[in-house]
């Protein structure tokens, strides 16, 4: 059975930095695409960016373009997500999760297994 687990969150003070880590179990990561996603409060989860088979990374959402770094280490089954100068509306919870068919979708139904969420809480 594919696990996921993220970690890293927690509370953080604007203009700080997390990293996030998406470490996988029974499954190796290597022929898949990993994505991040968020979810706050009363909103829709998200997705935040993805890295591909390749090691290639895409961010949707326009803000967080330049201030966060995805990255992965197949030997050690685990996806990162460094995240700079943090912000208030970065609040959320975050979720990591494997894609289906292998490549990068910022679809929520592109993916078939998720981590249980890592909050992510920005503020002074």
């Known amino acids: 059975q594919v696990q996921l687990v993220e970690s890293g969150g927690g509370l953080v003070q604007p203009g700080g930095s997390l990293r996030l880590s998406c470490a996988a179990s029974g499954s190796t990561l290597d022929y898949y695409a990993i994505g991040w996603f968020r979810q706050a409060p009363g909103k829709e989860r998200e997705g935040v960016s993805c890295?591909?088979?390749?090691?290639?990374?895409?961010y949707w959402v326009d803000s967080v373009k330049g201030r966060f770094s995805i990255s992965r280490d197949n030997a050690k089954k685990t996806v990162y997500l460094q995240m700079n100068s943090l912000a208030p509306e970065d609040t959320a919870v975050y979720f990591c999760a494997r894609s289906i068919d292998n490549y990068c979708s910022g679809r929520v139904s592109a993916y078939d297994y998720w981590g249980q969420g890592t909050q992510v809480t920005v503020s002074s």
């Open positions: 890295i591909n088979i390749f090691g290639g990374a895409t």
